[in-house]
């Protein structure tokens, strides 16, 4: 019995046996390039969503040939020093889009309160009128091919991109999402298509380099052999979830993608491990 608390909320459905009617094809994991280029935003709103997350609304020209065209993108943001930056020095950090609105030039940004980094920092005292420098996406990692259910697992960190895959999937998608958070008031409402259930793991902030709370939920899930599982978290609980899915689930590499998204005392960055 695991000592860690787990809450599911469940919307459009039950796609708990994540089971399929039909065989399906392998997906292909493909990745596209985009040209870099610099962007100058300007903050229109802030808001704290959650306890343990901001969210921030940013608007410019700039927006008006952003690229991103897969849910776990990433965006280099350019914190400036602690003295104005005045040789140029800048501290950056990758964060995920969580929504944009190409025609409106606007963008929205959630930050993860796991640490006390630059740009968490930042994000913590930003208002609106504050202007941010923002790089990329660098590429989007597409996955393509008719994939029905799927399984996102991850942290408060990859709630970016795990909401924007659930919100962006159509109706005849299935789709489990298993994320661990500090506390119940944490948790984030999605609004999609498909059918969704959300299961939402308990655990202390200082627990969040410890796989145990999502390895504990996750052995009691029944996951088909054509779900795609996504996953996301800080870069030794992500090894951990792999190494389940692929050496006691037996689950297909073709159907994963692993990335650590953090490593403890190291700036903030994405590795994937697919």
């Known amino acids: 019995m695991t000592p860690y608390a787990l809450r599911a909320d469940e919307t459009g459905g039950d796609p708990a046996d994540m089971t399929s009617a039909a065989p399906l094809p ?13 962007r100058e935003l300007t903050v229109t709103e802030a808001a704290r969503l959650t306890p343990h997350m901001i969210r921030l609304t940013l608007e410019g020209e700039d927006m008006a040939d ?12 350019f914190i400036p020093g602690p003295d104005g930056s005045p040789d140029g020095t800048e501290e950056r950090r990758a964060y995920t889009p969580r929504s944009f609105d190409r025609e409106a030039r606007r963008l929205v940004l959630d930050f993860a309160l ?10 913590m005292r930003a208002a609106p009128g504050d202007r941010l420098a923002m790089g990329g996406p660098r590429g989007s990692r597409l996955i393509e091919g008719p994939v029905r259910d799927w399984l996102l ?54 627990q969040a380099t410890d796989p145990a709370p999502l ?3 996750l052995r009691l899930m029944p996951i088909g052999p ?16 792999r190494t389940h899915m692929l050496e006691e689930r037996g689950h297909s590499p073709r159907w994963l993608f692993v990335a650590g998204y953090w490593v403890t005392g190291e700036d903030n960055r994405a590795i994937g491990f697919e």
Do not use: K, N
Request: proline share 8%; charged share 25%.
């Open 26 to 38: 392998d997906p292909v994991q493909r990745r596209v390039r985009h040209d870099l280029r610099r």
């Open 66 to 77: 952003f690229p991103s065209l897969a849910p776990d993108d990433h965006v280099m943001i």
């Open 114 to 123: 796991h640490e006390a980094g630059p740009a968490t920092a930042w994000a």
């Open 153 to 206: 697992i991850g942290d408060e960190t990859a709630l970016p991109a795990i909401g924007r895959r659930v919100e962006e999937l159509g109706a005849d998608a299935r789709v489990a999402a298993l994320v661990a958070i500090p506390g119940p008031e944490d948790a984030q409402d999605f609004v999609t298509p498909a059918a969704l259930r959300a299961h939402w793991v308990h655990r202390p902030e200082a």
């Open 215 to 217: 390895l504990d939920a």
């Open 226 to 241: 054509e779900t795609f599982v996504w996953i996301a978290a800080e870069a030794g609980v992500a090894r951990s979830l």
